[in-house]
């Protein structure tokens, strides 16, 4: 096996450790098998669109979903580093409302499997990052949804140093109180 299945404090959120092979010319790691993935997460799906980011140190982005059309997605940072936040998002769930946050960097090359019926959403604690998003549906605009990222329900312990940029979408986010969620 390439890869290391690691359990989070949500059942349903996957930590992966890629089995890395380095010498003096560099390293090299599969970064995704499909089969490998189905067969120690558990999860066969489809990944049917790719996104990469760049932000630099001290932007939020998140928490994001989308209320219909849910996306899976299988996220790693290629440079730098971010603090990543996973939100159970499903009323019939008995870890509603709770939250997992997990650094994930280009060092430690580690990916975050984030199911449907979760919001996500990261902050960079380095001085820029790169994020990729392997995703199990499309984008759909007028499905996405946001909840603010500071909602005193949640109390994300964010490793804030200042105040974040944020988007706009993500400011004007839906408190978890009155968002759309999932059944």
Known sequence: MTIQVLETSLPEIKLIEPQVF?????????SFN???FAQLTGVDTPFV?????????????????????????LVRVVAGEVFDVVVDIRRSS???????????SAENKRQLWVPPGFAHGFLVVSESAEFLYK???YWYPAHERSIVWNDPDLAIEWPLDGTPTVAAKDAAGQ???????YA
């Open 34 to 36: 499909a089969r490998e």
């Open 135 to 137: 995703t199990t549906d």
């Open 22 to 30: 380095g010498d003096a010319r560099g390293f090299f790691y599969e």
């Open 94 to 104: 008995p870890n509603f409302g709770k939250w997992e946050g997990i650094r994930l």
């Open 49 to 73: 669109q790719d996104n990469h980011s760049r932000s630099a140190k001290g932007v939020l982005r998140g928490l994001h979903y989308q209320i219909e059309h849910a996306q899976g997605k």
């Open 175 to 181: 408190l978890f109180s009155n968002a759309e969620v």
